[in-house]
């Protein structure tokens, strides 16, 4: 009636469909929309109370727990004295928390302040070592060890500035560089990080033509605002920031400091580089706990990925994720398809994975001729 062929009426058919499709569809999101719009808010705060529940215990056990190894469980008696009198004193003189447990050949301290720890660990080792045991030597061993503690603290500050190079800092802020040793950031030690982002700071600083001292120096205290002697509501970088210029230092090194988690603006050449070495001394694999677990995982997922094509018998992640080796069967696997093989890898790593970076897909198959001679 209309005049249309069957082919026509087919394409008339299926423009109609596809254009009642669209909207269905259209409609069918807006709602879709407008519901998560009103969940959205709700599971973001699921999400993240999750993540704070699981992320800090982890945080805090590592933040402040220290164990002291003992040889044989009978010292627990001699460390908890008659009536607890021993283990009292202890807690007294150094405002560390002493955990005995059932735990064998182990005491747990803990305590928030890193150096309050350490002092109580080392007061346990020259008391258990000596093997006499009472509140009035307890404190006198305490009292000599804080000393000790204080005197270590100034000359490790004093070694990392002499070998870095690094002139003229305030005696306090050697004092703070000193306490870094016992304080530690996702598992790394503050001050080895310290020294790590004060050499990448000044090589990055010597290879812009930028003052390479002034970027070590910026480098070497950009966390001091991590070891507070008193507790303080302000975030580390703001805090170390004020040290800085209470101590009369650069005030590019004080805003490079300030700057390193764009609390503040960056006024100056050297704050990028202070925060671009801090980030690649945190970030780069096994350096702290959180980024060493999934780079492991990464590396792993890597291999798994060459395990789910067949022929391949062997595969290996190297350079750090960087290559992928896949050796597979000859038998299986011709030169044709060992090509393919390459490039199907290769893609399913970039739509399955997530990495910085490229990664080298490198297919290996190998023939072999053997013989016995008799």
């Given amino acids: ?66 164990v002291f190894n003992i040889e044989s469980d009978d010292v627990k008696g001699r460390i908890i004295g008659r009536e607890g009198r021993n283990i009292r004193a202890i ?54 060890t804080e000393k000790q503690l204080q005197q270590e603290i100034i000359e490790v500050g004093k070694r ?29 030690n503050l001050l080895q990080h310290s020294r790590e982002v004060a050499n990448l700071c000044g090589l ?22 991590k070891v507070p002697e008193t507790e303080s ?21 004080c805003n490079a400091i ?26 780069r694999p096994g350096a702290r706990r959180q980024v060493l677990d999934s780079y492991i995982q990464r590396l792993k997922d890597l291999e798994d990925i060459a395990f789910g094509f067949t022929g391949v018998q062997k595969a290996y992640a190297i350079q750090a994720g960087r290559e992928l080796r896949v050796i597979v069967e000859s038998e299986k696997v011709n030169d044709a398809k060992a090509a393919e093989l390459s490039f199907t890898i290769s893609q399913k790593i970039q739509n399955d994975m997530t990495y910085p970076g490229q990664v080298r897909v490198t297919v290996i198959r190998e023939t072999r001729a053997v013989n016995i001679a008799k």
């Fill in 233 to 253: 509501e302000l975030p580390h970088a703001l805090l170390g920031m004020e040290w800085a210029e209470k101590y009369n230092e650069n005030p590019e090194i």
């Fill in 1 to 66: 009636i209309s005049g249309l062929s069957a082919e026509d009426a087919k394409k008339e058919l299926v423009t109609s469909l596809k254009d009642q499709a669209k909207s269905d569809a259209m409609a069918h999101i807006q709602d879709t929309i407008e519901e998560a719009k009103l969940t959205a808010q709700q599971e973001a705060r699921k999400v993240i109370l999750n993540t704070i529940q699981r992320v800090g215990v982890e945080q805090t056990v590592e933040n402040c727990v220290s």
């Fill in 204 to 225: 990055m600083a010597a290879e812009l033509g930028l003052n390479a001292k002034l970027a070590k120096r910026a480098g070497l205290l950009h966390d001091i605002g």
């Fill in 258 to 283: 300030g700057a390193h988690h764009d609390e503040i603006e960056m006024k100056t050449l050297i704050a990028p580089i202070v925060q671009v070495c801090d980030a690649i001394s945190g970030a």
């Fill in 160 to 188: 990392t500035v002499i070998d870095l190079g690094i002139h003229g800092l305030h005696p306090e802020l050697i004092k703070t560089i000193g306490r870094m040793k016992y304080r530690s950031s996702y598992g790394q």
């Fill in 91 to 144: 807690e007294a003189a150094t405002g560390v928390e002493i955990i005995v447990d059932d735990t064998p050949e182990a005491i747990i301290l803990s305590c928030f302040d890193p150096v309050r720890r350490e002092i109580a660990r080392l007061s346990l080792h020259k008391l258990v070592t000596d093997g006499r045991i009472h509140p009035a030597r307890i404190e006198e061993v305490v009292k000599k």
